[in-house]
């Protein structure tokens, strides 16, 4: 990692921010490395002090754009930590992680909110676009997909059916999804929909974790930083 990297935060498991961060000669921070030596942190003004990534002390400097793939820590990413203060410990690394993310002065996609780390992705707007409801209930698995934005534009779509598929790409509905996204305060959007015969699509919910595995969403992300 060198002046203007990247670094993604994810979960230590996370396969697909480390690959993300690597492709883009980044570094990768997980909730592991809160816990380890290094940290200086001069609040406020945290731009100018040090932190840790891969068991690596590093300069807050260094550090051109922060992308963030977690929205909070859990008690399953610190198992080293004892398991009667997990729950504590993750809360406060939680808090940690906004507090100095909100701080730093490079770009941080998506900003962190209080309600998320990985920004806030509400339904806000939903009900006013035609041909797409709020759905009352879950249907089948099977009805559903994933589509994964970056910077307004769909980069991934995952169905469990092939035809699903291709219903969302002849209907339309991608094009009033991506429309929606861009009008957010946030980059990175992960949403959910399903598709009923007698209601058409509907919206099921959304976050700030996209799927980053298609070459065209590192494509999108390495623009969005560049």
């Known amino acids: 990692m060198t002046a203007g990297s990247l670094l993604v935060i994810g979960h230590e498991h996370d396969r697909e921010a480390e690959a993300l961060a690597e492709d883009l000669g980044g570094g990768f921070l997980s909730p592991a490395d809160l816990a380890q030596p290094g940290w ?20 807050v400097s260094d550090i051109g754009c922060v992308l963030t793939r977690l929205s909070r820590v859990t ?12 729950r504590f410990a993750a809360r406060e690394m939680t808090a940690f992680l906004f507090a100095w993310l909100s701080e730093l002065e490079c770009l941080v996609v998506n900003r962190p909110t209080s309600f998320s780390l990985s920004g806030e992705v509400g339904s806000r707007g939903w009900t006013g676009i035609p041909g797409l409801g709020e759905a009352g209930e879950r249907r089948s698995p099977a009805r559903s997909m994933i589509v994964s934005l970056v910077d307004g534009q769909v980069v991934d779509v995952r169905g469990r059916a092939e035809k699903l598929e291709a219903i969302a790409a002849g209907s339309g509905v991608l094009a009033l999804v991506a429309r929606w996204s861009a009008s957010l305060p946030v980059s990175l959007v992960r949403c959910e929909i399903q598709f009923g015969p007698d209601r058409g699509w509907e919206f099921l919910g959304a976050d700030g974790l ?17």
């Open 210 to 226: 996209p799927g980053l595995r298609s070459a065209r969403a590192r494509e999108a992300v390495s623009r969005l930083v560049s």
């Open 40 to 59: 200086r942190v001069p609040f406020p003004g945290s731009s100018s002090g040090t932190f840790v990534a891969g068991g690596t002390r590093r300069e």
């Open 75 to 86: 008690q399953r990413d610190i198992p080293s930590i004892a398991r009667c203060d997990q």
